[in-house]
């Protein structure tokens, strides 16, 4: 029973390249979140979405992010350009239906540590 | 705007020794999470808490939840070096919308 996968798991890069990183959610979830995580700032949802469409992207912190679910098995994190504030380790992480009576356990990837110099 | 806070954010403890983190949060919610992070790792849940005065418990650890007080804990019974590791706890944000709002982590090292 896999989990949730993401690639790469380590990526280094130059500032002002473009950085896509990538996420399978586990089957059936419907839900999917993007965080970011550094050592200043914590743990940030970045965006989430349900059965394929942003719901909130609010912590989004530029326009030089954007996510893509092109269907309920794959999900992007593109940043273009990137610069060394990127910086940091992001997770994505999936979530079964929910309904207003149940729960809404998240259950994480592996992350990608990303490292723009 | 849901706030969690956690205390303390850094712990250092002897192994054998017991000790308690809090998790605050701001509204009114009944529904709590409590994951845990090991150096260079993802998160892993631990215990999901339902209602006021839930109780789960699962080795050295357990959780419980105060809703009226707003107020989780994490208790550690003779902690042991395995246990090392940072702990987060999260509340939904709101209702149906299937977003949580997680605390800033707290540090645990247990020293032999």
């Known amino acids: 029973d896999a989990g949730v996968i993401q690639s790469p798991r380590h990526e280094v890069t130059e500032m002002g390249q473009e950085v896509t990183l990538r996420c399978k959610p586990i089957s059936g979830h419907d839900y999917l979140f993007w965080y970011r995580q550094t050592m200043m700032r914590g743990l940030e949802l970045l965006i989430y979405f349900n059965n394929n469409v942003p719901i909130d992207d609010s912590g989004m912190p530029e326009d030089r992010f954007s996510a893509k679910m092109p269907n309920a098995s794959f999900s992007t994190l593109k940043i273009q350009p990137s610069e060394p504030r990127d910086s940091a380790v992001y997770f994505c992480?999936?979530?079964?239906?929910?309904?207003?009576?149940?729960?809404?356990?998240?259950?994480f990837g592996p992350g990608t540590r990303l490292t723009v110099l | 705007e849901l706030k969690v806070e956690q205390n303390p954010l850094f712990l250092s403890m002897q192994e054998g020794k017991n000790y308690t983190i809090y998790c605050n949060y701001s509204t009114t919610s009944d529904r709590l999470y409590w994951y845990r992070q090991d150096p260079g790792k993802s998160l892993e849940s631990l215990f999901v808490?339902?209602?006021?005065?839930a109780v789960k418990q699962e080795g050295r650890l357990m959780a419980s939840l105060d809703t009226k007080a707003r107020l989780s804990t994490l208790h550690i019974t003779a902690a042991v070096h395995d246990l090392s590791a940072t702990y987060f706890c999260a509340v939904d944000s709101l209702r149906g919308a299937q977003k949580l709002v997680f605390g800033q982590g707290t540090r645990l090292t247990i020293n032999p």
């Open positions: 992480a999936s979530s079964p239906r929910g309904t207003l009576s149940s729960y809404n356990e998240q259950f």
């Open positions: 808490l339902l209602s006021n005065g």
